[in-house]
C-alpha cells in the first residue's frame, strides 16, 4: 500500500499570499498524483490530476508539480474561497488519499 | 453535464448489510468508470472500489472481502453493498466518476462527485 504524506497539517495564510502545500508518497508513484479541495458539507473537487494537469475550470492560480516521491500544490494569491482541506491521492495501484492539509484565514 | 446522487438508509445495525445506490444523469454509467468513496466523520477519505463502463469491478484490499459494486444500465444505477458492518464503517458514502484523459483512457482519478450520504452504524 502506497501511504501519501502531506505536510503542513495547518497552514495559516492570509489573502493574497502564496499557499504551498507538500505531499509526499511511501513509494514511487510516478506522476500520478491528484488533487482535491473540499470545504464543509461539501464533496471533493478535482483540481490537478497525473500531477500538474488542472482540471476543467480550476483557476490558473492552482498549480501542482513533482514526480516519483515528492510533490506539491500551489495556490498563487490566495482567494477568500480558497480557505479549506486541501487532499493528495494517487493512483499508482489502488487509490488512496492523504490525510489533508487545512488551509485557514490567518 | 453528468450529475450523481447517492441514496439509501442513513441508518443500519451492526452485523448487517449497507445498501446504496447513485444515481446517473445526464450521461449513460455504459460510458464511464464510476466509483465509491467514504469519509468518516472528521477524517480523511478512503477508496472502496469500482465498476467499470463493461461491468468489471475492481476493490480496496482492506474492504475486498465484504463488497460488492453492481449496476443496473436499465435503470442507469449503480450500487454498493458493504455486509458486516460495523461502527467503524459509519461515514459520509461518495459516488464518483472516473477522469477520462484525452486518449479515452479511465483514470483513477475523480471528476464528478456526489453530494454524499451519511450513513450511520448503530443499533
Known amino acids: 500500500e502506497t501511504v501519501l504524506t502531506q505536510s503542513p497539517v495547518t497552514l495559516s495564510l492570509s489573502p493574497g499570499e502564496t499557499a504551498t502545500l507538500s505531499c509526499r508518497a511511501s513509494?514511487?508513484?510516478?506522476?500520478?498524483l491528484a488533487w482535491y479541495q473540499q470545504k464543509p458539507g461539501q464533496a471533493p473537487r478535482l483540481l490537478i490530476y497525473d500531477a500538474s494537469n488542472r482540471a476543467a475550470g480550476i483557476p490558473a492560480r492552482f498549480s501542482g508539480s513533482g514526480s516519483g516521491t515528492d510533490f506539491t500544490l500551489t495556490i498563487s494569491s490566495l482567494e477568500p474561497e480558497d480557505f479549506a482541506v486541501y487532499y493528495c491521492?494517487?493512483?499508482?495501484?489502488?487509490?488512496?488519499f492523504g490525510g489533508g492539509t487545512r488551509v485557514e484565514i490567518k | 453535464q453528468v450529475q450523481v446522487q447517492e441514496s439509501g438508509p442513513g441508518l443500519v445495525k451492526p452485523s448487517e448489510t449497507l445498501s446504496l445506490t447513485c444515481t446517473v444523469s445526464?450521461?449513460?454509467?455504459?460510458?464511464?468508470?464510476w466509483s465509491w468513496i467514504r469519509q468518516p466523520p472528521g477524517k480523511g477519505l478512503e477508496w472502496i472500489g469500482y465498476i467499470s463502463s463493461s461491468g468489471a469491478t475492481s476493490y480496496n484490499p482492506s474492504l475486498k472481502s465484504r463488497v460488492t459494486i453492481s449496476e443496473d444500465t436499465s435503470k442507469n444505477q449503480f450500487s454498493l453493498k458493504l455486509k458486516f458492518v460495523t461502527a467503524a464503517d459509519t461515514a459520509v458514502y461518495y459516488c464518483a466518476r472516473h477522469v477520462s484523459d484525452s486518449s479515452g483512457y479511465y483514470l483513477l482519478f475523480f471528476d464528478s462527485w456526489g453530494q454524499g450520504t451519511l450513513v450511520t452504524v448503530s443499533s
Open positions: 491521492q494517487q493512483r499508482n495501484n489502488w487509490p488512496s
Open positions: 445526464g450521461g449513460s454509467i455504459s460510458s464511464y468508470y
Open positions: 513509494h514511487s508513484v510516478n506522476n500520478f
